[in-house]
């Protein structure tokens, strides 16, 4: 991890341990991705920033299936973010059909095997082909009991957290929570995630190294592992490589 961090070629011998599988103790159970570096990789081949978009969704297709696989139980992926509408509309428009498109061809693998799909971010600001699509797909999935697939939509932290807060205030003035009762516990218990466990562990691809308004309360006590790699060519080796990472890292919650 830290050759790739500082620019570093891996050795030879790294890259033939990248190959072999995690192990199947101490897999993440939940693993939250920030999917970077469509735009560079079309950047790179000459081609206009949605061919790398629309290469990023076979990337998608892999994680989901790999996760699946290995026992992850939880699988968030950070879609499109609330600054993400600073791009230019073109992009933007493209960005709120796949969603559509990718539901649309995935969809009936997704419930044969057995997966559950729902979103967080503020969709009813969405599209209304964008809304009917992650819609659909929730509630046709809503029975499975399989891992859960978790499209970050339209989805920022901060303010995520404001309105948690406001919530809990409007309830404090009504009498309905006390003072006293405000803790790490409501406050999570009122965000967009209140059904999900925390991630264990956040990936993040294209050699950025941040986390971008993305699940701040929740990755609070999450391992990170970072990547050169673009989003559009990350494999099997790169998974198994974040997770094996993971899977020797001490996770002591600020104890020892």
């Known amino acids: 991890m830290l050759n ?40 790179k081949r000459g081609l206009p920033r949605v061919a790398g ?8 297709r892999r994680m ?13 992926l950070y879609a499109f973010s609330t ?18 498109r990718f539901l649309n061809a995935e969809l009936p693998e997704l419930i044969e095997k ?40 339209n989805y920022g932290s901060r303010s995520e957290i404001i ?5 809990i205030y409007k309830k404090v003035e009504s009498g309905e929570v006390a003072f006293t009762e405000i803790d790490e516990g409501l406050l999570s218990k009122h965000l967009m995630t209140a059904e999900l466990r925390d991630p264990d562990l956040l990936i993040r691809t294209s050699g950025e190294i941040r986390l971008s308004n993305f ?17 559009p060519d990350f494999d099997e080796k790169d998974f198994n490589e974040a997770v094996r990472v993971y899977q020797q890292r001490q996770r002591r919650y600020g104890g020892v």
């Not at 978009?53 to 998608?60: D, F, K, L, S, T």
């Not at 971010?121 to 859960?148: D, F, H, W």
């Open 4 to 43: 790739k961090l500082m620019g570093k070629e891996k050795p030879a011998e790294e890259d033939e341990l990248n190959e072999i599988e995690p192990e199947e103790e101490n897999i993440p159970k939940h693993i939250a991705v920030i999917m970077d570096g469509n735009g560079r990789w079309a950047k």
């Open 53 to 60: 978009h629309r290469e990023g969704m076979n990337a998608i």
């Open 215 to 231: 699940m701040l309360w929740q990755l609070a006590y999450a391992e990170f592992w970072f990547t050169d790699v673009l989003w």
């Open 83 to 100: 600054e993400n509408w600073k791009r230019p509309k073109t992009e933007v428009e493209f960005l709120m059909r796949l969603p559509e």
């Open 114 to 153: 057995n997966v559950r799909v729902r979103v967080t971010g503020e969709i009813e600001t969405l599209p209304e082909y964008t809304q009917r699509a992650v819609k659909k797909a929730a509630e046709e999935t809503s029975g499975n009991t399989g891992m859960i697939l978790n499209f970050a939509l």
């Open 64 to 76: 989901v299936r790999l996760a699946d696989r290995t026992g992850v139980e939880v699988l968030t």
């Open 163 to 167: 309105e948690s807060v406001k919530t």
